[in-house]
């Protein structure tokens, strides 16, 4: 058996698989205070489904993977550890300095961000290697044993440690490290050529003291998890998930926790690559993930996970870089908590703050009075109230309604019909933007793709999301409401190591860079052998970051092989960049030579697939079809059929307007369009009119 469980900012859920090729979904309430209770909650709620005790459950648990925003939240509320920097003497200024640019250039009213870490924690440290990796400057031990002094009197919690240069030569690095060890124990440290060897000095530096200040936290998060698991009877191999798209054990991501910031949202486009593949849509599938709290969007092309090296912690540009490239994934604020207000000018808004699990909703009747996009929802008839997760949770259709008409309708002047019609036309309208911007924007018609529509709030607006973009298909999946857990499934225990070697294709420096590929193929050796299982999936992929001569920013190629026997093999790298480099730019400069940059090797551990698994579901509760008052836009209210997803057959087809709901999603199908229930399980809707 194996567990899947990822900590939202609403709800907290669980995708069980079981040894005979069937799974189960679960959700509960995140609980804030202590997201390990809430993940003991949802594991109860998963015991009780199946009339035993939870100890027996995790006892014949083998893995159990977890996924959390433990991390990103420490880091954007400044709940992270008391850092200090430690640089190369001279240059203090890494973190004020950052790589420029603004938002909004002509807005002078928006303060100079603030640096990751105060002035007053940056310390400067004698010493200078130069670029070739000659010391031009011997350490000043007495110097750095002096700063430590001022560290211990500052009362620092971890430190961070990035030296010029020290991706060529180590040497300063590691020595500083072994004084901090010596002169200050049990205060965690980072060394940025052990972390990110790569270049540019202000992302190895941000990498370095974000991955430093989350070490007390995540240290303390993950032997609590670990600890009370093991108390409730679970015995197995607990492994996280990671921002790359794959999972490690959970005692390496805490000794590199910044590998776990966004590393949920992560998940989606793994799902949706597998589940696109299965429903034969491998060219191009727009992934969304609607929560409780934001809507993540990314574009799987030809079955790649997108990739990028831009990855801020907060607002693009004003927030902080992690350094590390990661999967691709755009956020908005807007979920099913995400509260509509009225501006002073009469303007309608959805977002960004959300309800959150507590209070949540007003329907929930826990203390929310503002509106959300449920309480729309539910105003409008497509929620059942007593049907919410299954029963689990008892909404109250006219506390939704009355929130719904007191602060939106009557401002606008409009009944609660309207009010809330138009709270979700917004919230979809900004939805919409969102999958513009990684798609229209980057030259790519998302009425080629398909829309996989994941997240326990999806179906309430798929059908207009999908309809807006020009998508002729929509697929909500089986595993939908848990997309991101499900993806977690699907994901392999991975690892990535990188390093340094420049050369340029003109001049190519064949023994340097193979030096590099096998140093690399034996950290991942070495990974495979001591993490990996018998009989397991085994792979290693390379890849080199090049581009051309004067170009800033380097574009990843995966290499054929990890070695070059020939020159045939370089030539085929560069006919690769300028092939990539078409493809993203839409131009190339195929006569010029190519320079190579930083060279990776990536080791991968296939763990399962639960694409093959089937759910099990649970017997339908009252009636299979029926009807209920429903409002749609330019229709009005009708009655519209309402069907049980688990009564649905294969091949079955339903005309809108309709509603299909489980007990963890709803799936609203607007007139004019058609839902059929695939051979796999998924709901697949095809816009007809």
Known sequence: MRLSVDVGGTFTDLVLEAGDGTFRLFKSPTRPDDPVQGCLEVLQQAADADGRDRAALLGECELFLHATTRATNAVLTGRTARTAFLTTEGHPDIFLLREGGRVDPF?????????????????????????????????????????????????????????????????????????????????????????????????????????????????????????????????????????????????????????????????????????????????????????????DVSLVRKGRIPWTRETWLGSRIRGHMTGFPSVDVRSVGAGGGSIAWVDPGGMLHVGPDSAGSVPGPACYGQGGSEPTVTDAALALGYIDADFFLGGAIALDAERATAAVADKIGAPLGVGAHEAASAVLDVVSQNMVHAIEDI???????????????????????????????????????????????????MSDLSTEFSRTTFTTSDRFETDAVNATLAALEAQCRAFLEGRGTAGMEQSIEFSVEARYPHQVWE???????????????????????????????????????????????????????????????????????????????????????????????????????????????????????????????????????
């Open 555 to 689: 574009i990843e190629v995966p290499l054929a092989k990890g070695r070059f026997d020939g020159p045939e093999d370089v030539e085929r790298v560069v006919a690769d960049l300028h092939d990539l480099h078409e493809e993203m730019f839409a131009v190339a400069d195929r006569d010029s030579h190519v320079e190579a940059v930083t060279w990776r090797a990536r080791a991968r551990c296939a763990i399962g697939r639960l694409a093959d698994a089937r759910a099990v579901e649970p017997a339908a509760l009252g009636e299979e079809r029926w009807t209920r008052a429903a409002y749609f836009p330019g229709t009005g209210l009708v009655e519209a059929h309402v069907h049980r997803l688990q009564a649905m057959a294969a091949g079955e087809r339903i005309e809108g307007p309709a509603i299909v709901e489980s007990s963890f999603t709803t799936v609203v199908i607007d007139p004019g369009a058609s839902v059929v229930r695939s051979a796999n399980g998924n709901l697949i809707v095809e816009m007809t009119g």
């Open 439 to 489: 798609t229209i924007n980057q030259g790519v018609d998302p009425r080629e793709a398909v829309l996989i529509g994941g997240g326990g709030a999806a179906g309430l607006n798929s059908v207009q999301i999908a309809r807006r973009l020009g998508c002729k298909r929509l697929v909500i999946p089986e595993t939908g409401a848990t997309l991101s857990a499900a993806g977690a499934l």
């Open 107 to 295: 807005d002078n009213t928006v303060p100079f961000p603030e640096p990751l870490v105060p002035r007053r924690l940056t310390f400067e440290v004698p010493e200078r290697i130069r670029a070739d990796g000659v010391v031009h400057k011997a350490l000043d031990e007495d110097a750095v044993r002096a700063v430590i002094a001022r560290l211990e009197a500052a009362e620092v919690e971890a430190v961070g440690v990035c030296l010029l240069w020290s991706i060529v030569n180590p040497d300063h690095e590691e020595r500083v490290g072994a004084l901090l060890a010596a002169h200050l124990p049990g205060v965690p440290y980072t060394l940025s050529h052990r972390l990110n060897p790569s270049l540019r000095e202000y992302r190895r530096a941000s990498s370095a003291c974000i991955d430093a200040s989350l070490k007390p936290v995540m240290t303390g998060y993950l032997s609590s998890l670990e600890e009370r698991l093991r108390a409730a009877g679970f015995g197995g191999r607990l492994l996280t998930v990671t921002s790359q798209g794959g999972v490690v054990d959970a005692a390496d991501l805490a000794a590199t926790p910044i590998h776990s910031l966004n590393s949920g949202p992560a998940m989606a486009p793994v799902a949706g690559r597998n589940l696109a593949a299965a429903e034969g849509a491998e060219d191009m599938a727009i992934v969304a993930d609607t929560g409780g709290t934001s809507y």
